[in-house]
């Protein structure tokens, strides 16, 4: 057991099944994308373990950005927007792949989704290190998917507790209290 803040959470899944796992999804991606020298967009702050561990096991060429989404009250028809800061390559006619650290709802993905699309990119797939099935309430899919778990809260490999827990190398479950 560990503890974060005024957290305890408990072991969940290890480095090396992570490990395991995201292998997998990159020789996925090797097949998938052969020839097509696929952008991964990373999504900042979470996805940047998960993103550089899987870019690593690419053997394609590829490309990788890394991008922040900063989200403001759109009008009434557009909802919330969500828009991307530090997004300076051209997605004209390239093959996305946007990297999150997890699909909880779906919000922040179904809002940052239409930025994308409008520079009128080839392709946009989704690679997600975690979803939860049980919290979905937007239209959203992801094309590849490291592990679908509980609806709980999580910590470690990239992802945090109020700005900790990032660090631990392996995957952390909140303990029921
Ligand atoms: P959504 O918009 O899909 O509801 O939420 C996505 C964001 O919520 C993620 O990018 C992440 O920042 C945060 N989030 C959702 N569930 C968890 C979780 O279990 N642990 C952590 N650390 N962040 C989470
Ligand atoms: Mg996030």
Redesign the pocket.
């Known amino acids: 057991m560990i503890r974060v803040h005024d957290k305890v959470f408990i072991p969940f899944i290890s480095k090396t099944e992570i490990q395991k796992r995201v292998h997998e999804l990159a020789e996925m991606i090797n097949a998938e994308y052969a020839g097509k020298k696929p952008l991964i967009l990373g999504?900042l702050n979470?996805s940047f373990i998960f993103a550089a561990d899987l870019f690593r096991e690419l053997t394609i060429d590829a490309e990788i950005s890394f991008i922040k989404l900063a989200s403001y009250k759109g009008t009434s028809s557009t909802g919330n927007v969500v828009t991307a800061i530090g997004l300076e390559e051209d997605l004209h006619g390239r093959h996305i792949i946007i990297v999150?650290?997890?699909?909880?709802?779906?919000?922040?993905?179904s809002a940052f989704l239409p930025e994308i699309h409008h520079r009128h990119p080839e392709s946009v797939k989704i690679a997600v290190f975690l979803t939860?099935p049980e919290?979905l309430q937007y239209d959203v899919k992801a094309d590849f998917t490291a592990f679908r778990i509980e609806d709980?809260?999580?910590?470690g490999y990239g992802?945090?507790?109020d700005g900790l827990g990032r660090n631990l190398p392996d995957l952390y479950i909140l303990k029921d209290q």
Do not use: P, Q, W
Request: overall charge negative; charged content about 35%.
């Open positions: 999504v979470g999150e650290d997890i699909i909880d709802t779906g919000k922040t993905m939860k919290a709980k809260f999580v910590v992802l945090d507790y």
